[in-house]
């Protein structure tokens, strides 16, 4: 499609350090840094050092993160507001779960690739459980978040008609006294 994604240039080579944290800190790390991004405003993408708005790109989706190798695809396109919602509870949640448990993350470091796998699919199954519930109870204040809405525009309604008949029965009885007033009006002329 004509997008160039040759990944090094020796030239061009950042000199960066060498990352001294270790994988379970990168990975709390990289929990903390997602469920804190600034979704609202701005887009994931790996090809620029600095951040891009969503308003630069055009893009108005919930979750937009740059193709790197389609730079006009948006791959969180397909986000609904659900979805997105769980996404980033399961960010904040996970890195909860992850960073309460920091001798677990040790293990996970000194432990092979079998003990990773176990220990993480336990892991990831209570940080779904945990997510699981904060979406039900964020469910359940919106609902009734909504059932109060719903009351207060009743209640709302009902004060707008009680004000809009108190001024209907004022324009009637005005009416009735300009109608009275032009009937004496009109039998003393006579």
């Not at 903390?32 to 308003?55: E, G, P």
């Not at 919930?62 to 509870?89: Q, W």
Request: aromatic letters at 12%.
């Amino acid at each position: 499609e004509g997008w160039n994604v040759y990944f090094c240039n020796e030239s061009a080579k950042p000199n960066w350090s060498q990352c001294t944290l270790s994988i379970g800190e990168l990975f709390l790390q990289f929990l903390d840094y997602f469920a804190k991004f600034d979704w609202a405003n701005q887009v994931v993408q790996i090809r620029q050092t600095n951040m891009m708005s969503k308003i630069e790109r055009g893009w108005k989706e919930y979750m937009c993160i740059e193709d790197p190798f389609e730079l006009i695809r948006n791959l969180g396109h397909i986000v609904t507001k659900a979805m997105f919602t769980s996404i980033i509870n399961s960010f904040a949640v996970s890195y909860e779960v992850f960073s309460t448990f920091k001798e677990r993350i040790q293990e996970l470091e000194d432990c092979s690739d079998d003990c990773v796998a176990r220990f993480g699919s336990s892991l990831f199954a209570k940080c779904r459980e945990l997510a699981g519930e904060k979406m039900k109870k964020l469910e359940e204040e919106e609902q009734q978040l909504r059932r109060e809405k719903d009351a207060l525009f009743d209640e709302v309604l009902k004060k707008l008609n009680i004000i809009a008949e108190e001024k209907k029965r004022k324009v009637e009885e005005e009416k009735r006294k300009r109608r009275e007033e032009e009937e004496r009006n009109k039998k003393e002329k006579e």
